[in-house]
């Protein structure tokens, strides 16, 4: 699992902040993703989601993954 971040989301903390709260939510539905090596992009209006928002955007998109 790899996340690419760019200087556009914020300073160094910001995008390390937003990493960190990635890196979390995803070991919650690690063990539900089907193996592979996964590339998270990440827009710039990310960094202003509160981590719930963030953790809801993250089900719908693990939601959709699992469809056929």
Do not use: C, H, W
């Not at 690419?4 to 902040?17: E, H, L």
């Not at 995803?26 to 990440?42: D, K, N, S, T």
Request: glycine share 6%; proline share 6%.
């Amino acid at each position: 699992m790899a996340f690419t971040i760019g200087k556009k989301v914020g300073s160094a903390v910001v995008r390390n902040r937003l990493r960190r709260r990635l890196r979390m939510l995803m070991r919650r539905f690690a063990p539900r993703m089907r193996p592979g090596a996964y590339l998270i992009g990440v827009a710039p209006e990310a960094a202003t989601l509160t981590f719930t928002e963030l953790e809801d955007l993250v089900k719908q998109i693990m939601k959709s993954l699992d469809r056929p």
